[in-house]
């Protein structure tokens, strides 16, 4: 069964500086990969996806996150953070085990605390 | 182009009571995934609908359930609720062949 692990359940960080937020993935097939963020009292909106391609895949509001098969990580990066970055960030797998479905595994979630 | 609408946003209900959530999915969407979030369990997948049939169900008891309407809008019901059904109930779209999903605000459930 697939899982998803965020080693972090809180990561608290001062404003301008860099920020990884860390996650690892178990499957036994491909995987589809995905960040999303919430903000207090709202949904989940997508930063970035990787599907194939290349390892490094860039997201809005100036987010990145790298693939690395090998280790089965997907940690999610950002050069500087702002104040309004606070939120909790959640990365997920897709479930392409049961075929065709849009079934989403989530992790645990890291709550970003940037601080003035 | 709308985003993914849902209703009511917040319900308060009595133990024992059924609930009825309902989800629009953004245009064109064929699919409808719904998940609860809990402080406890995290985020979990509760079921997915294409075109009016369910392709996934997640390790929820028979008292959850849902469907779909040939416009892609989604319904799901709870009966007989329970305390622990106190959630943030959230819907998803996606077009099909896509994994992107995109979801709507969410019903906060209060059960007392």
């Known amino acids: 069964a697939q899982s998803v692990t965020q080693l972090d359940s809180q990561v608290p960080v001062f404003e301008e500086a860099p920020v990884e937020l860390r996650c690892n993935y178990s499957?036994?097939?491909?995987?589809?990969l995905f960040w999303y963020v919430q903000y207090p009292n709202q949904g989940l909106q997508l930063l970035l996806k990787?599907?194939?391609?290349?390892?490094l895949v860039k997201g809005i509001n100036g987010f990145e996150a790298e693939f690395n098969k090998s280790q089965t990580s997907f940690h999610l990066r950002k050069p500087s953070v702002h104040i309004s970055d606070t939120a909790e960030y959640f990365c997920?797998?897709?479930?392409?085990?049961?075929?065709?479905?849009?079934?989403?595994?989530f992790g645990t979630g890291t709550l970003l605390a940037v601080q003035p | 182009k709308a985003g993914v609408t849902q209703t009511p946003r917040y319900l308060i209900k009595t133990r024992g009571q059924q609930v009825t959530l309902s989800c629009s999915p953004i245009?064109?969407?064929?699919?409808v995934s719904w998940y609860q979030q809990t402080p406890g369990q995290g985020l979990q997948f509760l079921f997915e609908?294409?075109?009016?049939?369910?392709?996934n169900k997640g390790n929820f008891p028979g008292r959850f359930s849902g469907r779909q309407f040939s416009n892609s809008r989604s319904e799901m019901n709870v009966s007989t609720l329970e305390l622990g059904d106190s959630a943030l109930y959230l819907c998803?779209?996606?077009?099909?062949?896509?994994?992107?999903?995109?979801f709507g605000p969410g019903t906060r459930l209060t059960v007392t």
């Open positions: 998803a779209s996606s077009l099909q062949g896509f994994y992107e999903q995109y």
């Open positions: 997920a797998v897709s479930d392409l085990s049961g075929g065709a479905t849009n079934k989403l595994i």
């Open positions: 245009s064109g969407h064929r699919s």
């Open positions: 499957s036994s097939v491909s995987v589809y």
């Open positions: 609908y294409f075109s009016e049939t369910q392709r």
């Open positions: 990787y599907l194939s391609g290349s390892t």
